[in-house]
């Protein structure tokens, strides 16, 4: 896992896991098969970005969060070792080529999107990889780089020659010297020439972690323009997390010290996101995460539709609470206002980062017999259950419908009406769920 796919900006809804509910299927969802190259954050992406979620993570001893794949015990392979990114080493060529062949034996796909727990560009045999896909008549996406790994422009060239027509790239700064310091880059000047060459010649999507003092205001600007001017397709703004609040779970606060680097609240991350937005919007893609899009309203649209909304609360019939997170909170609660259905939230900005520790925190006074809590909660059923109930109420303890919106990530390849018919199916189904095990409204 990476600093554009990390927790740090982790799908932030009630949940938004991307294993979880099917996206609508357009010109912009055409099938592309994953292969994982496996590696790990520090050792196969030339080392940590100051910013990386996984720097000062101690994984000699990891002890299990507990999750919903969790079975009778807690712990997993999930919330033990994919959690904290504990792949190993690389997998040699013979078996990325294996996935594929595997894939292909029994599905279609129109490309391949490469990624890796580490950086892609760091890939021994990556131009081998590429030039094995494009014998098959296959597009590639190289899923993440910082372009760091990247010897020179000509190594950049060669992968477009196989087949690369889309890349996703962990820009920061156009500014070497503060690419060089935050994102370790020995090599900045290269890592911004093989940028160039990417833009000019396939579709990039650029990945910006705002640092505050550091990377936004003036500096922010400076690097969109030259990404207009490079030929980028798109720029993701990212919140930066630094304290167990914003979702570093792994015990690994803070990242940096320094007040003056401490993130933007949610307000003014989501500000930043809009005026930067309305400066650079005719030109190219602007959206953010967790928050948000300008040209969607995602996450939680409908939230801005009180037409829709009117509709989706006369068919609550039975009430619930449903646990969430700060950013989830605001939106939640407006739609569901004057409803049967009371939000709580816990001091964690992203829902899906919850954990045992966050439910412990929760006045047991504000729930209802029946509690949802997010499905990509890491926290084992069985203790969110005794934890919310051990007042001795015997309330239900629930996980919630598996995708509720999209963030920025996602949003951005997506329109508004879609986005819209999304939220509505997943609210459906969200108030079906809570129809059938609330407790039924008192006429």
Not at 168 to 179: A, D, H, Q
Request: aromatic share 10%.
């Amino acid at each position: 896992m990476n600093n554009i796919d990390n927790m740090s900006n982790f799908d932030f809804g009630f949940s938004e896991d991307n294993l979880g509910k099917k996206l609508p299927q357009n010109k912009n969802y055409d099938k592309s098969l994953l292969v994982d190259l496996k590696g790990e954050p520090g050792k196969n992406c030339g080392g940590f970005c100051k910013f990386c979620y996984f720097r000062k993570v101690n994984n000699s001893n990891p002890v299990p969060l507990g999750c919903k794949n969790c079975t009778f015990q807690i712990g997993c392979d999930y919330c033990t070792n994919s959690i904290r990114e504990i792949n190993g080493d690389f997998i040699p060529l013979p078996f990325a080529i294996q996935q594929i062949q595997n894939a292909l034996f029994f599905e279609e796909y129109h490309k391949i999107n490469i990624t890796s727990g580490g950086d892609v560009s760091f890939y021994p045999q990556l131009a081998e990889l590429c030039d094995y896909i494009k014998q098959l008549n296959l597009k590639i996406h190289l899923g993440y780089t910082s372009g760091k790994g990247f010897k020179s422009v000509e190594t950049v060239k060669q992968l477009i020659n196989c087949g690369v027509d889309e890349t996703t790239f962990s820009v920061f700064s156009t500014n070497p010297k503060i690419r060089e310091e935050w994102l370790n880059d020995p090599n900045a000047e290269n890592s911004l020439n093989c940028l160039k060459y990417l833009c000019k010649y396939c579709e990039v999507h650029c990945a910006i972690i705002l640092v505050p003092n550091v990377n936004d205001g003036e500096e922010l600007k400076k690097t969109i323009n030259d990404l207009i001017e490079w030929g980028a397709h798109a720029v993701i703004l990212m919140r930066f997390a630094n304290r167990t609040k914003h979702g570093l779970i792994l015990e690994n606060e803070p990242l940096i010290e320094g007040e003056e680097f401490e993130p933007h609240d949610i307000e003014a991350f989501k500000n930043i996101v809009k005026e930067t937005y309305e400066e650079f919007g005719d030109k190219i893609r602007i959206t953010g995460t967790p928050l948000y899009d300008p040209l969607t309203n995602a996450p939680f649209a409908i939230a801005y539709e009180e037409d829709l909304l009117i509709k989706l609360r006369e068919k609550i019939k039975s009430e619930a609470t449903i646990i969430t997170g700060n950013i989830s909170y605001i939106y939640l609660n407006k739609i569901f206002k004057d409803t049967p259905i009371n939000i709580v939230k816990v001091n964690k900005d992203i829902s899906d980062l919850i954990t045992s520790k966050d439910l412990e925190t929760v006045n047991l006074d504000n729930l209802t017999d029946t509690v949802f809590i997010p499905p990509m909660a890491f926290v084992h059923d069985r203790a969110a259950e005794e934890i919310l109930n051990r007042d001795g109420k015997g309330r239900i303890v629930l996980r919630g419908v598996d995708k509720l919106t999209v963030d920025g990530e996602v949003s951005g390849t997506m329109t508004k009406e879609e986005v819209l018919n999304f939220e509505l199916d997943a609210f459906n189904e969200l108030i079906e769920k809570i129809n059938f095990f609330g407790a039924p409204c008192k006429k």
